[in-house]
């Protein structure tokens, strides 16, 4: 496949690289995104997982051509940044996507305490903070709103607004230096010192040691008068001796909290006898657990001594050292909140300083945007200070001309039990859902000189930009893609459903029959066909499917009582028929983890029309 030269001659570059790529659901949006003057060029991906590249290499390389890159790495590694850079070859980047795995933040399943994707947020960010990117996006499930009580999304947004602009700091430690007449001298040396470590600027080592021993001596004040006994023995001065060393030793904590969260990863330590002894060893020798301990014995102290507001100083000084910087100019604020004046003038300071500049996230639903799904996502999307800020993802679509089912997947009903269909069939329409088609342009908007959803996605949505030269192909792992005589090439992908026995598919029938499973579970019962899963969704097919997710037999087809086929529903997330889901079609249990199957690969893909739409925004706004 080659670009036309018609198309990427006359629009200007706009460059973006995603990660934890997964499957690709951005990457088909941003590369189908364009205005009369810009397109995306398609730099780079990543992700952990080896059928991940497999699936991207097949699709971006071979079959469209491009030249983009991918690592295969886990961004946790120290070593994953620098490769980044490497492959990136000193290129601008405009725009970064990514998802952060976000099974630990969903609603769906039980949340892992302590999981080690909470943090890959951070390491995202880390890129951010490199790259300089005009925007990003950053993409995840509806319960990151709400995951403990708030928090995680409220500190997202806190590490969002403290990437900060070095070159404009100066300003901010003028202003510091304006009010420094409103701040005890410690929380102001301690402000100052942690603002000078979170823009770089001097010798970090120098400024870190400067700012212990300036707590050192605080503790030594507050604790001279105290009996010698008590000062050398007592444990709630030890505490907060200690205590301090511990903190100073958080590259060190951080390494091991980071090999423990690894350990509990791999060995699948969740809902057994190991996890709350693995979660307390974590939580013991986080920032978090170590200032409590230091603040209750503080507060023991401050019983003890005379001087009790030299105590609380201290404490705020201790808090100042685990701080970020958007959490030190919440503090700052609040002690010049009486003058309103000073307030506007912090304020303007700020949009200088801060790089990135975040309202709050959007809830986007898929459907809104063509997609035959009603499938919630929130997005987080960053503008840098001088972009045009991006505050909605307006729907394409009319709540009364939503995609429907019936009018996705009508044509790919002609696959049996336990068969794999590699061509089209002559469909067999069902009358009674016939008047749901209707002629759309791509994005789902009805229009009388478009396509069917369904001719759409066989025709696919990229012959704007691009014409078939080489052809899609399907291989099971790497080393058959490296061998060309293996490549397996037909006309329709991924159409195989699972040999399933009497008793099952009378079970899906008579679900499908009462469309729903709870109102069936009387009828199964008395026929002797219950069952242990938790949840059956029979689709609708005159309404949006419910979210997709990884496990195919969730899913009752609406005639064919029987689960989907990986098609049908990479059709359901608007994947085009061309795209091709590579190695295993599905596995069990925990390699699923591991091996990442076609299924896996469909349902944990952003849908590439709502992707679309989120690119087609930036490109009207992007300077």
């Known amino acids: 496949m080659a670009e036309k030269k018609d198309f990427t001659s006359t629009r200007n570059k706009v460059t973006y690289l995603d990660l934890f790529a997964g499957a690709g659901g951005f990457s088909e949006g941003f590369l189908q995104a364009y205005t009369d003057d810009k397109y995306y060029v398609f730099r780079l991906a990543s992700d952990i997982n080896e059928n991940c590249e497999l699936t991207h290499r097949v699709r971006y390389n071979d079959v469209l051509g491009l030249d983009t890159e991918f690592i295969c790495q886990d961004i946790m590694e120290d070593s994953f940044l620098p490769n980044l850079l490497d492959k990136l070859h000193g290129q601008q980047i405009d725009v970064v996507t990514g998802g952060p795995s976000c099974q630990s933040f969903s609603l769906a399943g039980r949340r892992k305490k302590l999981d080690k994707r909470d943090d890959l947020f951070y390491h995202y960010l880390k890129v951010i903070k490199a790259l300089r990117p005009k925007y990003f996006v950053m993409e995840n499930v509806k319960g990151i709103l709400t995951k403990d009580g708030g928090q995680v999304k409220e500190q997202i947004m806190r590490e969002i607004r403290s990437i900060i602009d070095e070159q404009s700091m100066h300003f901010l430690f003028d202003f510091l230096d304006e009010v420094k007449n409103r701040i005890p001298a410690p929380i102001y040396n301690a402000l100052y010192a942690k603002l000078c470590l979170e823009s770089t600027n001097g010798d970090f080592k120098k400024i870190n040691e400067q700012l212990e021993n300036s707590l050192d001596v605080q503790f030594r004040e507050i604790t001279k008068n105290l009996p010698y006994n008590v000062s050398k023995s007592d444990e709630a001065v030890n505490t907060i001796r200690h205590g301090l060393i511990l903190l100073q030793q958080k590259t060190r904590r951080d390494e091991i909290r980071k090999q423990i969260i690894h350990l509990k990863t791999i060995s699948h330590i969740d809902n057994d006898s190991f996890v709350e002894g693995y979660n307390s060893l974590i939580e013991t020798i986080s920032d978090e657990q170590i200032l409590n301990q230091i603040f209750s014995a503080a507060d023991t102290i401050a019983t003890m001594v005379e001087n009790s507001e030299s105590v609380k100083v201290f404490k705020q000084c ?3 050292l685990t701080m970020n910087f958007d ?18 003038h912090l304020s303007r300071i700020l949009q200088e300083v801060c790089l990135y500049h975040i309202d709050e996230p959007f809830v986007l639903l898929s459907s809104d945007y063509g997609v035959p799904q009603n499938r919630e996502r929130v997005v987080f999307i960053g503008c840098r200070k001088d972009q045009r800020p991006i505050t909605a993802v307006p729907a394409t679509v009319k709540e009364d001309e939503k995609v429907k089912v019936y009018e996705a997947l009508w044509d790919l009903n002609m696959v049996g039990n336990g068969e794999a269909v590699t061509t089209y069939k002559e469909p067999q329409p069902i009358p009674e859902y016939e008047s749901s088609k209707q002629r759309r342009e791509i994005q789902g908007q009805p229009d009388d000189r478009g396509l069917l959803f369904s001719d759409w996605s066989r025709m696919g949505r990229l012959s704007h930009r691009f014409t078939f030269d080489t052809a899609p192909f399907y291989v099971m792992n790497m080393a058959e893609y490296k061998e060309a005589r293996k490549h397996q090439h037909m006309e329709l992908f991924n159409h195989q459903t699972s040999a399933q026995n009497e008793t099952v598919r009378e079970r ?38 419910p979210t997709i997710m990884t496990m195919p037999d969730d899913y009752i087809h609406y005639s064919a009582y029987r689960p989907m086929t990986v098609r049908e529903m990479a059709r359901l997330q608007s994947f085009d028929d061309s795209f091709v889901f590579q190695g295993k079609r599905q596995t069990g249990g925990n390699n699923r983890q591991k091996e990442i199957p076609q299924y896996t690969l469909v349902g944990n893909a952003v849908p590439p029309l709502m992707a679309r739409a989120i690119a087609n925004v930036i490109l009207e706004n992007i300077q």
Request: net charge negative.
């Open 318 to 320: 201790i808090e100042i």
């Open 327 to 344: 959490e030190c100019i919440e503090l700052l604020k609040g002690y010049i909140k009486s003058d309103e004046t000073l307030g506007n």
């Open 508 to 545: 899906l029938r008579i679900i499908a029959k009462h469309g729903d499973y709870e109102a069936a579970k009387e009828e199964l019962k008395a026929n002797g066909l219950e069952s242990q899963k938790r949840n059956y969704n029979v689709l609708e097919p005159l309404g949006q499917s």
